[in-house]
């Protein structure tokens, strides 16, 4: 039961599993969002149907992998002694699920190692968008594919054509902080998106639909899942430390070390150091 499975198997699992957590997330989407709690700030919340996905998600990988690890956005870590970790966002973009917008996600990405995007390896991912039925998957050495046909990642031709999506962090401090390199990028790309879901985000670099998305803050299963996806249809993918905290960008290989180069610079001139 706890055998290694290729890429290929663990993709196949997950999917399954983010099917099954996205149509319930849809049906208490259309039954009517409540607010369980909240975290970091007061519009950081969790809703009822992030913690009932997040249980349903987490059972159905103990019954298939009892003896892989666990990290999720809402129920923490579990320890596994198969060396592979399970790292899960239930409804990722949950205000957008809140206010009934399409642009949230499920996603779930499989790693081998501690669940630590700077030092473990990933395997497979899958993010599904239950508003539209999107299914977006990736596996190490196997491509990316979006509702089973490949994507690959734009080739956009300089900075200056390059379309950069982002997110803003939940404190309001953050928030400062992020749209003061925005401030600075904005007149050297071709303009910025910002859709609420990391994860979906990711994947939308993977299909070419942006050609770079960058964000400081975000967490291991914001982008889990999404990153697979993203690197299995070519885009590098980079993090850092800024200010004491990770930056991230999936990007486009022909603008990556330019637009790299040039967040940098925004966030010393911005945090310092």
């Given at each position: 039961m706890s055998d290694a499975l290729t890429p290929v198997q663990f993709a196949d699992l997950a999917e399954s599993i983010a099917r099954e957590g996205a149509a319930l997330a849809a049906r208490r989407r259309a039954e009517g969002v409540e607010v369980a709690d909240r975290k970091s700030?007061?519009?950081?919340?969790?809703?009822?149907?992030?913690?009932?996905?997040?249980?349903?998600?987490?059972?159905?990988?103990?019954?298939?992998?009892?003896?892989?690890?666990?990290?999720?956005?809402?129920?923490?870590?579990g320890t596994g002694s198969s060396g592979f970790t399970w790292v899960v966002d239930p409804i990722d973009g949950t205000v957008n699920y809140l206010y009934g917008s399409d642009a949230y996600g499920v996603s779930i990405g499989v790693v081998r190692g501690e669940p630590d995007p700077t030092t473990w390896e990933p395997v497979a991912g899958v993010v599904v968008q239950p508003a539209t039925g999107a299914v977006f998957r990736g596996a190490v050495g196997a491509g990316a594919t979006r509702d089973g046909v490949p994507i690959r990642v734009a080739t956009p031709a300089s900075l200056a054509e390059t379309?950069?999506?982002?997110?803003?962090?939940?404190?309001?401090?953050?928030?400062?902080?992020?749209?003061?390199?925005?401030?600075?990028?904005?007149?050297?790309?071709?303009?910025?998106?910002?859709?609420?879901?990391?994860?979906?985000?990711?994947?939308?670099?993977?299909?070419?639909?942006?050609?770079?998305?960058?964000?400081?803050?975000?967490?291991?299963w914001d982008m889990a899942g999404g990153a697979v996806v993203a690197a299995e249809a070519g885009a590098t993918v980079r993090i850092w430390e800024a200010g004491g905290t990770r930056s991230f960008l999936f990007a486009a290989p022909a603008v990556a070390d330019g637009l790299e180069a040039l967040v940098r610079r925004l966030e010393r001139e911005v945090l310092g150091g």
């Open positions: 700030s007061n519009v950081d919340v969790v809703t009822a149907a992030d913690r009932e996905v997040e249980a349903l998600i987490r059972r159905r990988i103990a019954e298939a992998r009892p003896d892989d690890g666990f990290h999720g956005e809402e129920s923490g870590s379309l950069v999506a982002t997110g803003f962090g939940y404190t309001a401090d953050r928030r400062r902080e992020q749209v003061a390199v925005l401030a600075g990028l904005v007149g050297d790309v071709r303009d910025v998106r910002r859709g609420g879901a990391a994860s979906l985000d990711c994947c939308a670099v993977g299909a070419g639909t942006v050609d770079a998305y960058y964000e400081r803050g975000i967490n291991p």
